[in-house]
T-cell receptor, first 117, second 111 residues
Framework: GAVVSQHPSRVICKSGTSVKIECRSL??????MFWYRQFPKQSLMLMAT?????????EQGVEKDKFLINHASLTLSTLTVTSAHPEDSSFYIC?????????????FGQGTRLTVV | KQEVTQIPAALSVPEGENLVLNCSFT??????LQWFRQDPGKGLTSLLL?????REQTSGRLNASLDKSSGRSTLYIAASQPGDSATYLC??????????FGDGTTLTVKP
């Protein structure tokens, strides 16, 4: 089946630094990918929709200048958390669907656990 | 706007019991519904995927049903084991490509 790979799985960074998370579709091309985050003891919430070749669409309440999304190719979307603060510590996960399957199923990456100290 | 609710929020049972987790959603225009397991500090493990045209799916001791018209799904776990302890999430997937997750049910199976 289709596979989505996310890297890194875990990252610890200092407050004020930036962190980049990669999401790759390994055996299909995805014009759209989705980024979610999960705060401790909460469910996953959609952050933004990453669109290949155009600007990302952010959900209400998500700062686009803080969470930079770049979907530069049909197999790669990146999420950069800029000037990270401890409150950005969270679990981030991406998903994509396979157009060969008529986009009928979402495939999720392994997730990235970000800890900002 | 799609909303997904899971009941109960937490459940504690002795080993060996059969149990049912519930998931409801407000908009029946879905492509599929998926049940995940999430262990503390870990990612998502897909358990069962039910397409909108299907009524149920089974894998081992797990059985998931879907009633799209009423906006409900159940996950049945037979003969529960301590290793089943985790948070169980359901998510509905729509033609917009987005998934909407419930808040999860945290299951504890006591030896």
């Amino acid at each position: 089946g289709a596979v989505v790979s996310q890297h890194p799985s875990r990252v610890i960074c200092k407050s004020g630094t930036s962190v980049k998370i990669e999401c790759r579709s390994l055996d299909f091309q995805a014009t759209t990918m989705f980024w979610y985050r999960q705060f401790p003891k909460q469910s996953l919430m959609l952050m933004a929709t990453s669109n290949e070749g155009s600007k990302a669409t952010y959900e209400q309440g998500v700062e686009k200048d803080k969470f930079l999304i770049n979907h530069a190719s049909l197999t790669l979307s990146t999420l950069t958390v800029t000037s990270a603060h401890p409150e950005d510590s969270s679990f981030y996960i991406c998903s994509a669907s396979d157009p060969r399957q008529m986009n009928t199923e979402a495939f999720f990456g392994q997730g990235t656990r970000l800890t900002v100290v | 706007k799609q909303e997904v609710t899971q009941i109960p929020a937490a459940l504690s049972v002795p080993e060996g019991e059969n149990l049912v987790l519930n998931c409801s959603f407000t908009d029946s225009a879905i492509y599929n519904l998926q049940w995940f397991r999430q262990d503390p500090g870990k990612g998502l493990t897909s358990l069962l995927l039910i397409q909108s045209s299907q009524r149920e799916q089974t894998s081992g001791r797990l059985n998931a049903s879907l009633d799209k018209s009423s906006g409900r799904s159940t996950l049945y776990i037979a003969a529960s084991q301590p290793g089943d302890s985790a948070t169980y999430l359901c998510a509905v997937y729509t033609n917009a490509g987005k998934s909407t997750f419930g808040d999860g049910t945290t299951l504890t199976v006591k030896p």
